[in-house]
């Protein structure tokens, strides 16, 4: 199985920073149609995840252009620039190159 | 508007049997694969099963194969997910999900 591996923040972040989360896999997400197989979600408290992030570095639909996403096979990181009060939440990523579908164990962002 | 609406869990004994049910709506359902990811308390996200377009082709993370079965009905535009020979480690909150949409999430408990 693919392993995610997330780095933490170190929160609280105060409003308006920039912060960037990392993730990493075991095994290059990129695949052979040149797509790297790797979404980010945010868990606001006592909601669904929502996507964020797909193919890496696309935008999912209505999602704020302060969130972007970047990488290569292996590191990824989803930048959030200039956080505010809604951003608050667990960020996680996801491998969607091969099953099972793997997470990592999360990233909580708190803001003062 | 996308709308995808679990129903179904509920506290059941252990070794006992369960079924979920997602309605969906506002998307043309067939378009999709479907999949079931689940959270236990305080915990981060599980991915437990995914099903192709027309149900031909189903995958299952290790742990639950061979006591969940995943199933969709594309005229109902309907997933389900029967839930055998559960155990106290299956309590969590099983959510319905294209990737890009979430249910609200339905929650199942194991205990006796």
């Known amino acids: 199985d693919i392993v995610m591996t997330q780095g933490a923040l170190p929160n609280p972040v105060p409003s308006g920073e920039s912060v960037s989360i990392t993730c990493r896999s075991s095994k290059s997400l990129l695949y052979s149609d040149g797509k790297t197989y790797l979404n980010w979600y945010l868990q606001r408290p006592g909601q669904s995840p929502q996507l964020l992030i797909y193919?890496?570095?696309t935008r999912a639909s209505g999602v704020s252009d302060r969130f972007s996403g970047s990488g290569s096979g292996t590191d990824f990181t989803l930048k959030i620039s200039g956080v505010e009060a809604e951003d608050v939440g667990v960020y996680y990523c996801?491998?969607?190159?091969?099953?099972?579908?793997?997470f990592g164990s999360g990233t909580k962002l708190e803001i003062k | 508007e996308v709308q995808l609406v679990e129903s179904g869990g509920g506290l059941v004994q252990p070794g006992r049997s369960l079924k979920l049910s997602c309605a969906a709506s506002?998307?043309?359902?067939?378009?999709?694969?479907m999949a079931w990811v689940r959270q236990a308390p305080t915990k981060g996200l599980e991915w437990v099963a995914s099903?192709?377009?027309?149900?031909?082709?189903?995958y299952y993370r290790d742990s639950v194969k061979g006591r969940f079965t995943i199933s969709r009905d594309n005229a109902k535009s309907s997933l389900y997910l029967q839930m055998d020979s559960l155990r106290s480690e299956d309590t969590a909150t099983y959510y319905c999900t294209t990737q890009t949409h979430w249910g609200q999430g339905v929650m199942v408990t194991v205990s006796s």
């Open positions: 099903i192709s377009y027309d149900g031909g082709s189903t």
């Open positions: 193919w890496m570095s």
């Open positions: 506002g998307f043309t359902f067939s378009d999709y694969y």
């Open positions: 996801q491998q969607g190159l091969e099953f099972p579908r793997t």
